[in-house]
Antibody
Framework: EVQLVESGGGLVQPGGSLRLSCAAS????????MHWVRQAPGKGLVWVSH????????TYADSVKGRFTISRDNAKNTMYLQMNSLGVEDTAVYYC????????WGQGTLVTVSS | QSALTQPASVSGSPGQSITISCTGT?????????VSWYQQHPGKAPKLMIY???NRPSGVSNRFSGSKSGNTASLTISGLQADDEADYYC??????????FGGGTKLTVL
């Protein structure tokens, strides 16, 4: 069974940093592109970033470019999102999703940026 | 990276059919057959309902169908059921090798 489990969310002050993790199981992690998508409270889905299967290609939404870094460790079946210079506008549930169709999603992890 | 345009809300009675539109540009929806649709119930993760414009993943009811004409994609749900009440989002690949979502449509089953 495909499973994606996000972790690392929490409360952080503006300007702070946080690293999210997405642990994958039930499939050959190293074969798939992976994505981060976020959803602010009461708002819609917003694509954040994606990474190709071997980690050599990464792309970011303009809103996070230069502040967020996506990476993966295929030996650990885990993807990461390093988030720096966080602002209140980054408050959201962060989901990881698998493949070009987003066929599988995690349950999400909540990031709250507040003083 | 502007969001795709969806109606904020649609409604229908049980058994009826509804269609949700998703309008983009030639740089996203119109340029590629990589449009997907997702269903999201409150407090839950999104679920893939349609991929590559009109394909249904295994396990998704054939009451759900997708199409595209020019820069606008559409999701049609026939034979509306109470459990179809949810938020629906479209998504498209873009010419910048990014992805973009629609603003979401709240479906109410009357």
């Amino acid at each position: 069974e495909v499973q994606l489990v996000e972790s690392g969310g929490g409360l952080v002050q503006p300007g702070g940093s946080l690293r999210l993790s997405c642990a994958a199981s039930g499939f050959t992690f190293s074969s798939y592109w992976m994505h981060w998508v976020r959803q602010a409270p009461g708002k819609g889905l917003v694509w954040v970033s994606h990474i190709n299967s071997d980690g050599s290609i990464t792309t970011y939404a303009d809103s996070v470019k230069g502040r967020f870094t996506i990476s993966r460790d295929n030996a650990k079946n885990t993807m990461y999102l390093q988030m720096n210079s966080l602002g209140v506008e980054d408050t959201a549930v962060y989901y990881c999703a698998r493949d070009q169709w987003y066929a599988y999603w995690g349950q999400g992890t909540l990031v709250t940026v507040s003083s | 990276q502007s969001a795709l345009t969806q109606p904020a809300s649609v409604s229908g009675s049980p058994g009826q059919s509804i269609t949700i539109s998703c309008t983009g540009t030639s740089s996203d929806v119109g340029g590629y057959n990589y449009v997907s649709w997702y269903q999201q119930h409150p407090g839950k993760a999104p679920k893939l309902m349609i991929y590559d414009v009109s394909n249904r993943p295994s396990g998704v009811s054939n009451r759900f169908s997708g199409s595209k004409s020019g820069n606008t994609a559409s999701l049609t749900i026939s034979g509306l059921q109470a459990d179809d009440e949810a938020d629906y989002y479209c998504s498209s690949y873009t010419n910048s090798n990014t992805r973009v979502f629609g603003g979401g449509t709240k479906l109410t089953v009357l």
